[in-house]
T-cell receptor
């Protein structure tokens, strides 16, 4: 079974721009969570989607948003990029009946 | 907010020795704990998990121990191999939300 896939793997943007990252969960997984990983703050929860609805949200500004489609694929968007948004953005998926989250390889975002 | 072992120590072991990686958590409401391994350039990889109604769980070459009295979690790796070299993260989840709170990670270095 294919794992969680994320596209693109690498992205370079400039301040003020916006970016959209994509995540395809493992087949059959309906919950998708997003995390930001930086050397200074570690892994931090952004939000979680289940059946196209946001169930949980972390402590990030409104510039960070996401959505989930009927096929469970998810996207996250960051508007008005700041230098501090440079990070590895990780997506994880899980089965409806399980707490175990499986991660994708991440998208490395660099903001110049 | 709640924290889980926010530091990044380094553990250096000889190939073939056993490794023990420790993690402290602070949320007594957490009832699910998980260990991940992250290699450079990759997303976190699931190793083993444990629920709060257990104090020990074993996998292949790995054992997780949970001490709820002192809010301590440990990962034991038997016969450590060079391929075990990575950063290891513990994470917790409470019933308050379907999201993982991560520790700062421990870097494991295996000397041949």
């Amino acid at each position: 079974k294919a794992g969680v896939t994320q596209t693109p793997r690498y992205l370079i943007k400039t301040r003020g721009q916006q970016v959209t990252l994509s995540c395809s969960p493992i087949s059959g997984h309906r919950s998708v969570s997003w995390y930001q990983q930086t050397p200074g703050q570690g892994l931090q929860f952004l939000f979680e989607y289940f059946s196209e609805t946001q169930r949980n949200k972390g402590n990030f500004p409104g510039r960070f948003s996401g959505r989930q489609f009927s096929n469970s694929r998810s996207e996250m968007n960051v508007s008005t990029l700041e230098l501090g948004d440079s990070a590895l953005y990780l997506c994880a998926s899980s089965l409806p009946s399980s707490d175990t989250q499986y991660f994708g390889p991440g998208t490395r975002l660099t903001v110049l | 907010g709640e924290s889980v072992g926010l530091h990044l120590p380094t553990l250096s072991v000889q190939e073939g020795d056993n490794s023990i990686i420790n993690c402290a958590y602070s949320n007594s409401a957490s009832d699910y704990f998980i260990w991940y391994k992250q290699e450079s350039g990759k997303g976190p990889q699931f190793i083993i998990d444990i629920r709060s109604n257990m104090d020990k769980r074993q996998g292949q070459r790995v054992t997780v121990l949970l001490n709820k009295t002192v809010k301590h979690l440990s990962l034991q790796i038997a016969a450590t191999q060079p391929g075990d070299s990575a950063v290891y993260f513990c994470a917790e989840m409470s019933r308050a939300g379907n999201m993982l709170t991560f520790g700062g990670g421990t870097r494991l270095m295996v000397k041949p």
